[in-house]
């Protein structure tokens, strides 16, 4: 059974920088893909970034510039660099792991960004 375990999340004020991190059970390479989702209260859960097995990313407009998603083979995470935020990232932040037609999910970190 594969396991997502977020952390990283916290409150900080506009403009600030916060660092989440996704550690996998199993080597995060043997994912097809990877990624970042938030889900702010009342809205439906969107794609913040993604990142393939091969390296290539992908991001959502409104975080182009501002965050990086990256990988850690090392300590075996996805992470996700979040800089210049803004009250509308406010939600809580989901990792998800692509194996085949199976979808993994971690069960969250909440990100708080105060005006």
């Known amino acids: 059974q594969v396991q997502l375990v977020e952390s990283g999340g916290g409150l900080v004020q506009t403009g600030a920088s916060l660092n989440v991190s996704c550690a996998a059970s199993?080597?995060?390479?043997?994912?097809?893909?990877m990624g970042w989702y938030r889900q702010a209260p009342g809205k439906q859960r969107e794609l913040v970034a993604g990142?393939?097995?091969?390296?290539?990313?992908n991001y959502a407009d409104s975080v182009k510039g501002r965050f990086t998603i990256s990988r850690d083979a090392v300590k075996n995470t996805v992470n996700l660099q979040m800089n210049s935020l803004k009250p509308e990232d406010t939600a809580v932040y989901y990792c998800?792991?692509?194996?085949?037609?199976?979808?993994?999910w971690g069960q969250g970190t909440q990100v708080t960004v105060s005006s």
């Open positions: 199993g080597s995060i390479f043997s994912f097809k893909a």
């Open positions: 998800k792991a692509e194996r085949g037609w199976t979808y993994y």
């Open positions: 990142i393939t097995n091969a390296g290539s990313t």
